[in-house]
């Protein structure tokens, strides 16, 4: 459901299995980990009150499998227990920020992405690019000018077909959109951004607050790393 609502903060689901994978359920808000974005943390609430701590979201084999692993100790909850599922908010809203924050990082420094990672507290890009093109204060003037202008996210769906007749959309190197499903899932920030994500992001790119270059480093001979950290 966080494809559709990435502010989802509680609903209700159902157990449909629990083994040494995680646990299964029939919808889920809790975002599983993929394309840089680590998965989401929380809890599920039994009705008897019992809260079963979930430390990391996983995806499945299965195309929308998702396996919410619990915290050693737990006892599983057994299938058609309904739950009450409430993630972390805070660690959350912080991702979505930061990863929302990456895409318009990737319009100020326009090279390939050679790779990425977000975290609660810091995010980081990777680009195939000469290191001399790197500047700190540039960067974070130029990515928080694109912040202040307030513009509102849309998702929106293409088909592989449509998405193998674009390729310029993927930006990334490393890590290519799924094929295989009918459609993708695209980002588009109007007048700024349009790229494959399936992650979590906020609705309007301000709720970002500004960020600052942390750290530029050498990588490798294709990987020049620019972290960053949220300003506010």
């Excluded at 494809?3 to 975002?31: N, Q």
């Amino acid at each position: 459901m966080f494809r559709d609502d990435a502010y989802l903060k509680s609903i209700t689901a159902r157990v449909l299995e629990a083994d040494e994978r995680g646990i299964s359920l029939d919808r889920t808000i809790f975002y599983p980990m993929g394309g840089g974005q680590p998965g989401d943390s929380g809890v599920l609430v039994r009705e008897t009150g019992e809260r079963i701590t979930i430390t990391d979201t996983r995806k499945g084999e299965a195309p929308d499998s998702v396996f919410h692993i619990p915290a050693p100790g737990m006892s599983p909850p057994q299938a058609g227990e309904l739950l009450s599922l409430e993630i972390d908010w805070e660690r959350r809203y912080s991702l979505m920020r930061l990863h929302t924050a990456l895409h318009l990082l990737s319009c100020v420094v326009v090279a390939p992405v050679s790779g990425g990672n977000i975290g609660p507290d810091k995010a980081r890009l990777d680009f195939d690019i000469d290191m001399n093109l790197l500047d700190a204060e540039r960067i974070t003037r130029e990515t928080n000018a694109l912040i202040a202008s307030g513009v509102s996210t849309e998702t929106v769906w293409i088909s592989d077909e449509e998405l193998d007749a674009q390729p310029e959309l993927v930006k990334t190197m490393s890590v290519q959109p799924p094929h295989g499903l009918g459609r993708v899932r695209l980002l588009r920030i109007p007048g700024i951004d349009l790229q494959p994500c399936g992650g979590t992001h906020v609705r309007n790119i301000a709720e970002i607050g500004g960020i600052r270059v942390m750290r530029i480093r050498n990588e490798g001979k294709r990987n020049k790393r620019v972290e960053i950290v949220l300003a506010t």
